[in-house]
């Protein structure tokens, strides 16, 4: 193993006291002596490195691109190296614009990990965080990885708890295999809102208790692939209706209400042992102090990012929380444009005072305060970290917060051997979390093999009058109406499949349409050739994506769409099922669907299961849940799944729009079987 300690031109500055090089303690030490060995060597590492070092270790830069090109390796960017290699970064984060393929990505992460070791101009190379928000279902970024089902369709099987367990251990496993050491998961927001935007299907649930216990589940099986699980997002993003990548969201409850509901799950991480918890840029205007913003006149209320009611106050001192903090990304318009302190909005000034109020609210890690991508965001960098040291030498942040900070950090790398503490130096593992990678397993057919076993347990037969699901095979005229072009992969995958297994006739008359163009100056494709072709339908198979408040407007492509289908087949006496692709409040839509089926998760549709491997192994991130929605249409699988949210009716409002009531048209727990 290669070890880099210290650099020889400041060897002197590294070498330190007595007490701490006396403190390596021989093989019978107890615990509690290695605890305080480890203590004293770590406070001996902070205490020779410069505030810059310090600084940098407490922000994440991401590398996207670099001069309008995607950075899928460092080798031919000199300037890019060189960036890096100026500041002691905590890490650097990946995105899917870094990913093309497997080799390519483990090749990108250990040689970024290797330039870290190349700066000559630090007091101690420290490995990098390498995290990925690999959340599974619709928040990947490994292009061949294995998908998973989201949270929610974990949520909506018998066995969630093994289902979430087994999921965090094929990402984290995968992750790994690739030299990640960190996840931006799981995700343990509450979905008590069906109009919430970002969230929605990234949720276990709106059960406070089942998020609790799935999250822990999730991150026990990253943990047990030695990946970092971080909990995310608090102190909770699952009843707002703004998304905070474009907007400030608010949620007006107070403190006693988030302990009963939002707050449940982060307390039941951190009882837990949570090393990392991911911050929500979301006000909580009953709970937290008012602020006057950067212009000195308007008064409002800082992001919980910012605030130390919500951080210190809270999160550390009320829920006992001692691990580290990260923000979610601070170049999120709820942040970078907000106009929340001193400076124009995107200046390296206006980062830096906003960085002041995030580090003195408590937190640890900044998370891309702007992407590092030219000569000019490195430049910000230069400066960004420098204005910080100035507040630090005004008195504006203090030393001893600084250090605490990276005491936290330092403390996490070396539980997960990101790097060892030796004797007061470092040795850096490699900046791996295993001591070999195994990049096959990646996308494997076990994986996949475990992936679909979980989609067809999440199924959920909400609505099946008449039993016509499964589908009786006189029914021969069968219109798939998709939402976009590039489904079609997905569904003639799924009919194939069906063709094979003989529950689907060769002589059917089966059709794959869509209703939604997005290249078109018209969105809505509801040709008078498509109303003819699903009149005359036995059948039609409608897929409905919702998200936010849109699927519900009837100005809405997809509402205009569906509800013309929906007209249509039953005048002339033919079915309607709503295979819902995403959340399933669409349920309350569609009620005059003759069978609804739930699926959790519409991404990757467009990925053709059929590009396969000469294994035999997709090399795609497909998604297994419409396939398995598809194979329980027509009764290859059984319906198992159980909803795991409560839907709310639909009413009109006085204006003529809907909007969501407080009766349930659906309970939580609802769920049909067949025979």
């Not at 060995?37 to 600084?55: A, L, P, Q, V």
């Amino acid at each position: 193993m290669k070890k880099n300690h210290i650099n020889r031109k400041i060897l002197s500055r590294i070498i330190i006291t007595g007490s701490l090089i006396s403190a390596l303690c021989l093989s019978g030490c107890s615990k509690k002596e290695d605890s305080k060995k480890e203590g004293s060597e770590m406070d001996g590492i902070i205490s020779n490195m410069t505030m810059d070092e310090k600084i940098s270790q407490m922000i994440i830069p991401a590398i996207r691109t670099w001069d309008g090109e995607n950075i899928t390796d460092i080798d031919d960017n000199p300037e890019l190296r060189d960036a890096l290699q100026k500041h002691q970064y905590c890490g650097v984060i990946l995105f899917g614009s870094n990913i093309i393929d497997n080799e390519q990505v483990y090749n990108l992460v250990k040689n970024l990990q290797d330039n870290n070791k190349q700066s000559d101009n630090v007091s101690v190379h420290i490995p990098y965080i390498m995290p990925l928000d690999e959340e599974g279902g619709i928040v990947v970024r490994l292009t061949s990885g294995t998908r998973m089902t989201g949270n929610m369709a974990i949520g909506a099987t018998t066995d969630a708890e093994g289902n979430a367990l087994k999921t965090g251990e094929i990402i984290g496993e995968e992750l790994a295999a690739l030299g990640f050491n960190t996840d931006y998961a799981p995700d343990i927001d509450v979905n008590n809102n069906p109009s919430n935007p970002v969230i929605g299907t990234r949720s276990f649930s709106d059960d406070p208790e089942v998020v609790a216990k799935l999250g822990k589940s999730f991150a026990d099986g990253l943990k047990e692939k030695n990946i970092i699980a971080t909990y995310k997002h608090y102190p909770g993003h699952g009843d707002t209706e703004t998304d905070s990548h474009i907007g400030t969201p608010s949620v007006e409850k107070t403190y006693d209400e988030i302990k009963e509901v939002e707050l449940v799950p982060f307390k039941e991480a951190i009882n837990n042992g949570a090393d990392m918890i991911m911050t929500a840029h979301i006000t909580y205007p009953l709970i937290d102090d008012e602020v006057t913003f950067g212009d000195g006149v308007t008064k409002g209320y800082y992001p919980a990012t910012m605030s130390r009611k919500m951080i210190t106050d809270i999160l550390r001192d009320d829920l006992g929380f001692n691990g580290v903090v990260v923000t979610d990304a601070l170049e999120m318009k709820a942040i970078r444009t907000a106009g929340l302190v001193k400076g124009e909005e995107g200046t390296v000034e206006y980062g830096i005072n906003v960085a002041r109020e995030v580090i003195n609210a408590g937190v640890d890690i900044l998370l891309i305060p702007t992407d590092l991508n030219n000569e000019d965001a490195a430049a910000y960098y230069d400066d960004y970290i420098n204005g910080i040291s100035e507040l630090v030498k005004s008195g504006e942040i203090s030393s001893k917060r600084i250090d605490e900070s990276v005491r936290r950090i330092l403390v996490m790398k070396n539980k997960y051997h990101i790097f060892d503490i030796d004797g007061g130096s470092i040795d850096e593992s490699e900046g791996k979390t295993n001591s070999e990678n195994h990049i096959e397993e990646v996308g494997s057919k076990a994986h996949h093999e475990d992936e679909m076993e979980i989609a067809r347990k999440a199924i959920t037969l909400l609505k099946n009058d008449e039993d016509l699901i499964p589908l009786a095979q006189d029914k021969k005229d069968i219109v798939f109406l998709g939402s976009q072009k590039n489904d079609s992969c997905t569904i003639n995958y799924a009919i194939d499949e069906m063709k094979k297994e003989g529950l689907i006739s060769e002589d059917s008359n089966i059709s794959v349409e869509y209703y939604y163009d997005s290249s078109a100056d018209v969105k809505l494709n509801y040709t008078d050739d498509m109303k003819n072709e699903i009149s005359s339908a036995d059948i039609v198979i409608a897929f409905s994506y919702a998200s936010g408040s849109a699927f519900y407007d009837k100005e809405n492509p997809q509402y205009i769409a569906l509800h013309s289908a929906l007209k249509d087949v039953h005048d002339n006496g033919g079915k309607f099922i709503l295979l819902s692709e995403n959340l399933p409040y669409d349920a309350a839509v569609y009620s005059d669907a003759d069978g609804i089926v739930l699926s959790y998760m519409g991404s990757g549709l467009n990925i053709d299961p059929t590009d396969k491997t000469s294994d035999g192994v997709s090399k795609g991130a497909i998604n297994a849940n419409i396939i398995a929605a598809i194979e329980t249409i027509f009764g290859y699988n059984k319906p198992k799944g159980k909803l795991p949210v409560n839907v709310p009716e639909l009413t009109e409002l006085e204006d003529g729009t809907y909007g969501f009531g407080s009766n349930y048209l659906y309970e939580r727990g609802s769920g049909l079987l067949t025979e």
